[in-house]
C-alpha cells in the first residue's frame, strides 16, 4: 500500500508565520506553497510544477489556512 501526503501545516511561532504545503494530483502545477501571516501586501502561494520549477506566484485571497480535508468536508477544494 502507498501512502501520499496531501498537505502539511507548520506553525514557525517566533516568525509568526503558517507555511502549508499541499499536493494537487492532475494539475499542471500539482506543489504549492501558501504563506500566512503579517505580510506586506497579503498572504502568498507559490505554484510548483512536477520538475520542482516555480510555475507561478502570487497573492493568497482566500483567508485563513487549513487543511485540505477541512475543505472538502465543507463541500468542495478550497481554491
Known sequence: MTWQ????IVEDMPSG???Q???MPGNSAPYRLRIF??????NREIL???NGDEAGSGTYT???CKPTW?????GGADE
Open 62 to 64: 482566500s483567508g485563513l
Open 21 to 23: 504545503f499541499e499536493t
Open 48 to 50: 510548483f510544477d512536477v
Open 70 to 74: 477541512a475543505s472538502e468536508e465543507e
Open 17 to 19: 508565520l503558517i507555511f
Open 37 to 42: 501571516g503579517n505580510l506586506p501586501f497579503g
Open 5 to 8: 501526503i496531501k498537505d502539511q
